[in-house]
């Protein structure tokens, strides 16, 4: 027989559903679901796993609801396979706004109901509890994207369960955006300093990435300066959270080729098995190349990627890649306008793409990575209406 405690244990590592069904089957497992410490340890436990799912949506402004929302696992290929999450925890998201960011079983959602007075919400799908977040800044800001940096916290001395950053430009051209931290504690936003984003090159804030207490962001790569201004180039921009210091790392020199293509993309994604790294990913011409970060202060780079996708073995009449980005630090997803495919990284050159899905998001489409997970919102969430 297995002790209580070895019993908490094995059920720690068990998707939300299984322990709901393990609760409502035995009495002395009942209120598992509810104890903060419980909710905390598989949480973490589901962290140390990886995320084995994916959502996907159609890429758009954030001014349109999704419409479409699609919760797939990226493991099997099944159609059979059952939802993580209750079906209606993905139509609330699809009709009351759109997925901004994912992390560790929360999503954060740009609300565009009508019926509700705040610009956006931190909601967990599998428990459907969530919770309504004050605008930062205090300014209405319905009709501009939002710039949000979202990921939960594993770290037991942290008090917050998640960060949760808001990156907020000013009008006036040139200067440098206010950075705003909100505590889940105590349901404020607190001021973070500004971020020196450079002189006048846009950030694309599609992929964003925190990571060791920095947030990374990486500029557009548009033809809109003189070659000898120190800015020609995109550049990634590392803002230390803590002490408000930020650095503008350069590009390795082979990523800049292409950059006059329409279809030339450089995304930031984080890298390695243990998620302790950056890496950019250059999409041109269906070819993808990977570098790695492997010096912050001299901005070096190491090449860990390079592959066009039909060596791959991508379909040659579906070629056409709708959206990308690494999962778990080595799986590369792809979409093209019928399909998601995946690629093991750490394989290299000996994987092979195996088809995930179908789905109906469109020709262009925006991913994020998910897990199943109690994790709490924060205080005074509400629970969804059956």
């Avoid at 009709?95 to 992390?103: C, D, E, F």
């Avoid at 919102?377 to 059956?386: D, P």
Wanted: with cysteine; charged share 20%; proline share 3%.
């Amino acid at each position: 027989m297995f002790s209580e405690t070895e019993l908490l244990e094995i059920f720690s590592w068990l998707p939300v559903k299984v322990i709901y069904k393990f609760s409502s089957l035995c009495k002395s497992l009942s209120q598992l679901p509810k104890e903060d410490f419980f909710a905390k340890k598989q949480s973490k436990n589901t962290h140390l796993v990886g995320d084995k799912y994916f959502l996907i949506q159609p890429y758009s402004c954030q001014s349109y609801k999704a419409g479409k929302l699609q919760l797939h696992s990226w493991i099997s290929s099944s159609t059979n396979d059952v939802l993580p999450v209750p079906y209606n925890s993905l139509q609330f998201i699809a009709t009351t706004g759109r997925v901004l960011r994912s992390s560790n079983g929360l999503v954060c959602v740009r609300n565009l109901s009508n019926h509700y007075e705040k610009s956006y919400f931190i909601f967990n799908p599998a428990t459907k509890y969530w919770l309504q977040i004050p605008q930062a800044g205090g300014f209405d800001c319905r009709d501009i994207d939002f710039k949000i940096v979202f990921e939960c916290n594993n770290v037991d001395n942290i008090a917050d369960d998640y960060m949760l950053i808001s990156v907020i430009e000013i009008s006036e051209w040139g200067s440098d955006p206010f950075c705003k931290i909100y505590s889940s504690r105590e349901n404020i936003w607190k001021d973070a300093g500004r971020i020196n984003i450079g002189a006048g090159r846009n950030i694309c804030y599609e992929t964003t990435v925190y990571q060791n207490g920095s947030i990374y962001l990486i500029s557009d790569s548009g033809q809109y300066f003189r070659e000898d201004s120190p800015f020609f180039w995109p550049y990634i921009v590392a803002y230390d959270v803590n002490n408000c210091v930020t650095k503008l790392l350069k590009l390795p020199k082979s990523s800049r080729e292409g950059m006059d293509d329409l279809d030339y993309k450089l995304r930031i994604f984080k890298w390695g098995n243990s998620n302790k790294y950056i890496c950019l990913v250059k999409l041109n011409n269906n070819m993808f190349t990977i570098w790695a970060l492997t010096d912050e202060e001299t901005s070096s780079w190491h090449q860990v990627f390079k592959m066009h996708v039909k060596t791959m073995g991508l379909n040659q009449f579906d070629l056409r890649v709708a959206g990308f980005t690494i999962l778990n630090g080595n799986i590369l997803l792809i979409a093209t306008n019928l399909m998601v495919y995946r690629y093991d990284l750490s394989t290299k050159s000996s994987g092979e793409l195996q088809e995930v899905c179908h789905h109906g998001c469109g020709e262009n489409v925006i991913f994020h990575s998910f897990s199943s997970t109690l994790r709490p919102c924060g205080t005074n969430a509400t629970k969804l209406a059956a």
